[in-house]
Nanobody, 123 residues
Framework: QVQLVESGGGLVQAGGSLRLSCVASGVILSMYDMGWYRQAPGHQREFVASITSGNKTNYADSVKGRFTLSRDNAKNTVYLQMNSLKLEDTAVYYC?????????????????WGQGTQVTVSS
C-alpha cells in the first residue's frame, strides 16, 4: 500500500503564496504521474496540475502562470508552489500519484490519493 501525506495548507490573504508538499511512502516499485486536484465547497473535484516522472508538467488554465509543480523523484515528493492566490483558489487540495506498487498483496499500477489539505484565501 502507498500512503500520500500532504502538508503546507493554511490561511493566506489574496495575492499571497503557499507551498504544498506531498510525500509518498510504501512499497513503490516505480512512480509515474503525481499531481494535485482540488475541491471547493459545492463543487466537483477538479484537476489542478500534474507532473510526469520525466518532469513534464500540465496545468489547469485557471492556475497557469501562478502555480508551479515540481517533484523530487528520489524522495517521491511533489511540491506545488502557489503564488498570486485568489479567493477562488480556496479549496481542499488533494495529492494523487500513479505508481507501480504492492497493493493488497498484488503488484500492479494503481492510483492513490491523499487525505487533502485545506487552502483558504481571504480578502
Amino acid at each position: 500500500q502507498v500512503q500520500l501525506v500532504e502538508s503546507g495548507g493554511g490561511l493566506v490573504q489574496a495575492g499571497g503564496s503557499l507551498r504544498l508538499s506531498c510525500v509518498a511512502s510504501g512499497v513503490i516499485l516505480s512512480m509515474y504521474d503525481m499531481g494535485w486536484y482540488r475541491q471547493a465547497p459545492g463543487h466537483q473535484r477538479e484537476f489542478v496540475a500534474s507532473i510526469t516522472s520525466g518532469n513534464k508538467t500540465n496545468y489547469a488554465d485557471s492556475v497557469k502562470g501562478r502555480f508551479t509543480l515540481s517533484r523530487d523523484n528520489a524522495k517521491n515528493t511533489v511540491y506545488l508552489q502557489m503564488n498570486s492566490l485568489k479567493l477562488e483558489d480556496t479549496a481542499v487540495y488533494y495529492c494523487y500519484a500513479n505508481a507501480y506498487s504492492l497493493r493488497a498483496g498484488r503488484v500492479g499500477r494503481y492510483d492513490y490519493w491523499g487525505q487533502g489539505t485545506q487552502v483558504t484565501v481571504s480578502s
